[in-house]
Each structure stands twice: as structure tokens, then as C-alpha cells.
């Protein structure tokens, strides 16, 4: 499996990669405030690359639950410089983590290649954008907002609920002109589930692979882990590792993490075990 994300620029899935986080927001709950000025996330963004993150996802806007909306002139303030200067001196793949049509389109101006909207481009202008760009995008599932998801959130069968989801978005941006090609699925931890949800979601993982298209997964330090081993976040890290491979181990292509380079090590052992596996059985894919 290959993500197109440019003319020149082609990111190889068959084995899972790394997306390093970049928080550039002050309220963040792990890492907020840290990577605000330019050349403390060019250091950190280096860093990542070192260590082996094919992408940087960087988001202005903190969407951890019961978090406030940030008006969009902060957000651009907060995002564009830093995408401007990572552009200029990185050839990394650059995702950016807005559900704002107006930051999308800058960030893409400046040198993005990538839009990971937790809001699935709910915001008008937005499709255009995307479609304009020709660039890869993400599918974010999320019940509710980042401000009301956590209220006791409820599915009958969250696997197909969010099965349906991704159908149904699949078909509506195909329609607005948008080639699945392009689209990357992401069942959203933590975005309006409980713990038990997210657990029941990395237990079956593998069943977005019906899609045949990469899947993105975001565990990284979030509650699910926390909670469960009742720790603080900064004590999440093997757990959330534990999560990571746990979901590479079903097919999922891309790793949206803090950690990178322990991350990257997990992975380097989940995939040299893929490689073995199927050297022995072929394909696992299933119907949806
Ligand atoms: C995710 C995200 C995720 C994608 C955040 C946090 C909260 N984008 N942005 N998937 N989570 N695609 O990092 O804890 O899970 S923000």
C-alpha cells in the first residue's frame, strides 16, 4: 500500500510508519506549551525525524475533551510560521491538525501536504480546498465536539456504527471529486468514547481493513490508557506503546504518537513479524 502525496512525494505503507505530534497550542494536556516558538519545534521536529517519524502532525488547537474553541487568528498565529520554517528545512511529510478552511488553505500555501481534521472538513470551504490541493486527507470519527463527546457517549455496535461512518464519508467526498486514493481512515480514540470503547475498537481494529485504504490510529498518552492503569499521563508511555503495536500488529499503517523513537522501535519489530507472517500466509482481508 502507497499514500500519493504529491507528484514527487510518495510515503511506502506496506510496513507501519510514525506520525511524531507537535503540539504548538498552550493548553494541551501532555506536551501544551512546550513547542510554541519556531525554534523550539524546529529542535523538536528534528528530533522526530532523527528518530524516524515519516510524518509531523502539528495542531494549533487543543482538542482534548471539554477543551474551548480558539478564535482563528491565534490558530493561524500559532501554526503558520512553524509550518512556513519546517517546510523550508525538512523534507518530512507535514499534516496539519485543523478543522478550519482558512488554516487548511494557508497551511497548505506555506508547504503542508496533509489535512487531519478531527471534525471530518465539516467547515464550509473546506472541500474546496482539499479538492483544489489534491492532497491526502484524514477521516477523523468523532461523536459530538471536543467540547461534549466525553457525555456519556453511546453506540450499540460501535464497529459498524463507525463502518457506516466511513462509508458514508468514503462516498460523499468521492462524490465532491475527491479520489479515494487520497483518504485516510481513523476510528478516533478517545473522541467520544468511553475507555471501554476505545478497547473495544483495538480489539477489532482490523475490521476498517475492508476498506483497502491506510488506517490511522492516535493512542498515544491519551485516557484509555491512563485510566485503565490508573496513572497520570507522563506514565503512559509503555501502555501506550503497548497500544501502538497492538494495532500495527491489525494492519494499521500509521502511528500518531509523542514517543517516536521507542515507538519506532515497537514497529521495527512488528514489522519484521508482518514480513514473516506473510511470507507464510497471504492476505487477510475481509468483506465489509
Ligand atoms: C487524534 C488526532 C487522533 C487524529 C488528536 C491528542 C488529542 N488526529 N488529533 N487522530 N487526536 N487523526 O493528541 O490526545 O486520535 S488531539
Redesign the pocket.
Given at each position: 500500500m502507497k499514500l500519493i502525496i504529491s507528484n514527487n512525494k510518495k510515503v511506502d505503507l506496506t510496513f507501519p510508519k510514525v506520525m511524531g505530534?507537535l503540539?504548538v497550542t498552550p493548553d494541551?494536556?501532555?506536551d501544551g506549551g512546550k513547542y510554541n516558538k519556531v525554534s523550539c519545534a524546529v529542535d523538536r521536529v528534528f528530533y522526530m525525524i532523527k528518530n524516524g517519524a515519516t510524518f509531523i502532525?502539528i495542531?494549533g488547537e487543543?482538542?482534548?475533551p471539554g477543551s474551548d474553541i480558539v478564535e482563528e487568528e491565534e490558530e493561524m498565529d500559532r501554526v503558520i510560521p512553524i509550518i512556513e520554517a519546517l517546510a523550508s528545512r525538512f523534507d518530512t511529510i507535514i499534516s496539519v491538525?485543523t478543522s478550519r478552511t482558512l488554516v487548511m488553505k494557508q497551511s497548505l500555501l506555506v508547504g503542508a501536504h496533509l489535512i487531519?481534521d478531527?471534525r471530518c472538513f465539516s467547515e464550509k470551504g473546506s472541500l474546496d480546498v482539499i479538492s483544489k490541493f489534491r492532497i491526502p486527507i484524514?477521516l477523523?470519527h468523532m461523536k459530538g465536539t471536543p467540547k461534549t463527546m466525553q457525555r456519556k457517549p453511546k453506540y450499540n455496535n460501535i464497529i459498524s456504527e463507525i463502518k457506516d461512518f466511513f462509508s458514508e464519508k468514503i462516498s460523499y467526498f468521492e462524490l465532491h471529486g475527491i479520489n479515494k486514493s487520497k483518504l485516510?481512515l481513523?476510528p478516533?480514540?478517545?473522541?467520544g468514547k468511553t475507555v471501554s470503547h476505545n478497547y473495544d475498537l483495538l480489539s477489532n481494529l482490523k475490521e476498517f481493513n475492508c476498506f483497502e485504504l491506510p488506517i490511522?490510529?492516535?493512542?498515544?498518552?491519551?485516557s484509555m490508557i491512563s485510566k485503565f492503569l490508573n496513572v497520570s499521563f507522563d506514565k503512559c508511555m509503555l501502555g501506550s506503546i503497548t497500544c501502538a503495536v497492538i494495532a500495527a500488529m491489525q494492519g494499521a499503517k500509521i502511528i500518531?504518537t509523542?514517543d517516536v523513537k521507542e515507538t519506532m522501535d515497537a514497529l521495527h519489530i512488528v514489522s519484521y513479524i508482518l514480513k514473516k507472517s506473510n511470507k507464510f500466509n497471504n492476505k487477510d482481508t475481509n468483506k465489509c
Open positions: 505530534i503540539n494541551s494536556f501532555f502532525d495542531g487543543s482538542t482534548r491538525n487531519n478531527v484524514c477523523v485516510l481513523d478516533g480514540f478517545g473522541f490511522l490510529v492516535g493512542m498515544s498518552r491519551k500518531r509523542h
